[in-house]
């Protein structure tokens, strides 16, 4: 009898574990009582060879995909957003919709920065590029942090268009976001903007570094010049 696709990418991911593994990422990635990644559990397995089986089961169907997101095991859901990444960069303009539908049905379950990073600027900022942004607007608004990461990562698509504004828009609005992991990510989304235009990022940073959280602040001035860096940190 042959086995059903799903069991069969399981098994291999299992295969692929490591116990040792497994503990240091669920250190990495804070799942204790309290910390953000709660209760996520981890098989111990490397992002290549994530990749790897997600280019092998990408004919996984739909209801195989849902299954594998709505995992308890932080892997099994990372192929299945892999998945739909490879899925959506070969598929029909109808066929992308329904992958960016079924990604924002599910926030839910994208639940970590790895799994917003490495898949929101391939599905949401790809599809968003040309048309209205509106639902990052509300996204960036949501309580849930993913979501909020979401919004921002997805701009990363429009920064290597060369299209700054949206990126520059939410920045703004998350200046009083209380959340490290949201300072990170919009620090990091402005210091993209400052590799490609950096008359762009110094705009923004001179009317906003003196408000912005400094975690923030240090990961947008990263490559900016030692005088650059100083007189930034001076006025926060």
Do not use: C
Not at 45 to 63: D, F, H, K, M, T
Not at 83 to 108: C, M, P, S, W
């Amino acid at each position: 009898m042959v086995k059903p696709m799903l069991q069969e990418l399981r098994s291999d991911l299992r295969k692929l574990a490591s116990p040792q593994k497994a503990k240091i990422l669920q250190r990495f990635f804070k799942t204790g009582p309290g910390e953000y990644g709660e209760g996520d559990m981890f098989l111990g397995i490397i992002v290549p060879n994530s990749r790897r089986l997600a280019r092998q089961y990408v004919n996984l169907s739909w209801g195989e995909i849902d299954k594998l997101l709505h995992s308890k095991i932080h892997e099994e859901r990372l192929t299945a957003l892999l998945i739909l990444v490879d899925r959506f960069g070969k598929a029909h303009k109808t066929e992308q919709g329904r992958i960016f539908r079924f990604y924002l049905a599910n926030t839910k379950y994208i639940n970590n920065w790895d799994l917003v990073d490495l898949t929101a600027p391939k599905i949401v900022g790809t599809y968003l590029v040309d048309k209205s942004q509106a639902i990052l607007y509300k996204l960036v608004k949501s309580k849930n942090i993913w979501e909020r990461r979401i919004a921002v990562l997805a701009t990363f698509y429009f920064i290597r268009q060369g299209q700054y504004a949206d990126t520059l828009k939410l920045a703004q609005l998350l200046l009083k976001d209380k959340h490290d992991l949201m300072h990170k990510a919009v620090g990091w989304m402005l210091r993209e903007v400052g590799k490609r235009s950096l008359k762009t990022e110094i705009v923004f940073l001179d009317k906003f570094a003196s408000r912005m959280p400094r975690t923030m602040l240090r990961y947008a001035i990263e490559k900016l010049s030692p005088q650059q860096r100083s007189h930034y940190l001076s006025i926060r």
